[in-house]
């Protein structure tokens, strides 16, 4: 092809047909720039594929991600709100209070809470004590897999969604389980304090309270407890509210996943 450009422009300026040559000329130079522009829009369309592919497979890792933080913050979601309600019932019922709930807004049982089935008791249950000052002393961890979020953005491809709802989801759920879960040393630290409270204090180590003939007795002869109760329960609900909002972020973030991924 290029051999058969080249001989007609030698045949024009060999029979000294300048308009004509300068005609051709410009021709070709214009030939020569939409083949520039191809294949500049070829390789465009190359590269958008490509980086189409990798977000497409870092939004399917970022799911699975997001799949298991769900799984540690149901387990958050479901201690703190046993915690709470637990706490608060035990402390009423051994000072006799007719108000199970208070002294703070109780939260409504979580249907996957499998530390006690069924209804909350209503009146003196020692299982249900005893349980209670178990799990008062069990600390969570939620652990946040940022991993695949920080590639997106790290590659520069987070930019490069084209769906500002999605990157509004993305940025809302690890803001928020960022600010609550991540930096989260409190929780262990209050879970801990409780545990050396009773154990120093009282010599009752939190995983042998069924060796303890009333956990109502312990509450109600000593004050520092009642005390140290009303400090767990506000946090352990403040915790669980969270979590269980945590929770429908990372459902809603999905969504959007989801239908992002269903358009391409």
Not at 101 to 130: C, H, M, Q
Request: net charge neutral; aromatic share 10%.
């Amino acid at each position: 092809m290029i051999k058969f450009f080249r001989k007609i422009r030698y045949d024009l300026i060999e029979k000294n047909k300048t308009g004509k040559y300068l005609n051709y000329a410009i021709g070709e130079i214009i030939l020569v720039v939409i083949g520039i522009l191809i294949a500049l829009q070829i390789n465009n369309w190359n590269e958008e594929r490509k980086s189409n592919e990798q977000i497409h497979a870092l939004l399917d890792n970022l799911k699975t991600s997001i799949e298991e933080d769900k799984e540690y913050l149901n387990t958050t979601a479901v201690l703190h709100e046993f915690r709470s309600n637990s706490l608060s019932r035990l402390y009423h019922y051994a000072l006799n209070k007719k108000e199970p709930n208070s002294p703070v807004r109780p939260i409504s049982k979580l249907e996957n809470n499998t530390i006690w089935k069924g209804s909350y008791p209503d009146s003196v249950n020692l299982d249900f004590a005893n349980l209670t000052i178990i799990y008062s002393g069990i600390h969570d961890d939620v652990v946040i897999n940022k991993n695949v979020l920080d590639e997106l953005k790290n590659t520069g491809l987070f930019s490069e969604l084209k769906n500002d709802a999605l990157k509004e989801s993305i940025n809302t759920y690890y803001s928020f389980v960022n600010s609550n879960f991540l930096i989260d040393d409190w929780n262990k630290d209050l879970s801990i304090s409780w545990r050396h409270f009773l154990r120093d204090k009282y010599d009752v180590l939190t995983m042998e309270l069924y060796n303890i003939n009333s956990p109502y007795d312990l509450v109600r002869k000593n004050e520092p407890i009642q005390t140290r109760i009303h400090e767990m329960i506000g946090p352990a609900r403040f915790r669980s509210s969270n979590a269980t909002k945590a929770i429908k972020l990372a459902e809603y973030l999905l969504i959007e996943i989801d239908k992002y991924q269903n358009k391409k």
